[in-house]
């Protein structure tokens, strides 16, 4: 068997038996227990420091009411100036007079 051969026979027995996948599946693990772990974590926060929590909260919304008033200014400065923009200036010149009779 050529070389090539060789390592793409190794490759596909590997990906077969499902041999290098260990560490992935090392992290899949970790991830699964991280995930868990975090979850326990958040509900013992929110049980015991609601506090904190009603802090966070509130900072939130203050953060979100400076965006929305932030959004309010720029749509009617935009407003503002697009009334600017329509607004028409009209005046009336004669160019010329047509005189005509009947007969």
């Not at 560490?23 to 013992?44: F, M, Q």
């Not at 909260?57 to 979100?64: F, H, L, M, P, T």
């Not at 309010?72 to 010149?93: F, G, N, P």
């Not at 160019?95 to 009779?101: A, K, P, Q, V």
Request: aromatic letters at 10%; glycine letters at 2%.
């Amino acid at each position: 068997m050529s070389r090539r051969k060789d390592q793409d026979y190794r490759r596909e027995k590997r990906r077969q038996t499902g041999e290098g996948h260990e560490d992935r599946r090392g992290l899949d693990c970790l991830n699964n227990r991280y995930n868990k772990i975090d979850a326990v974590l958040t509900e013992y926060h929110e049980k015991y420091f609601p506090h904190k929590l009603e802090r966070r909260q509130s900072k939130q919304w203050q953060d979100i009411f400076s965006v929305e008033e932030e959004i309010i200014e720029w749509r009617d400065a935009l407003i503002e100036q697009l009334e600017k923009r329509t607004q028409q200036h009209t005046e009336t010149t004669n160019l010329f007079t047509l005189r005509f009779s009947v007969i």
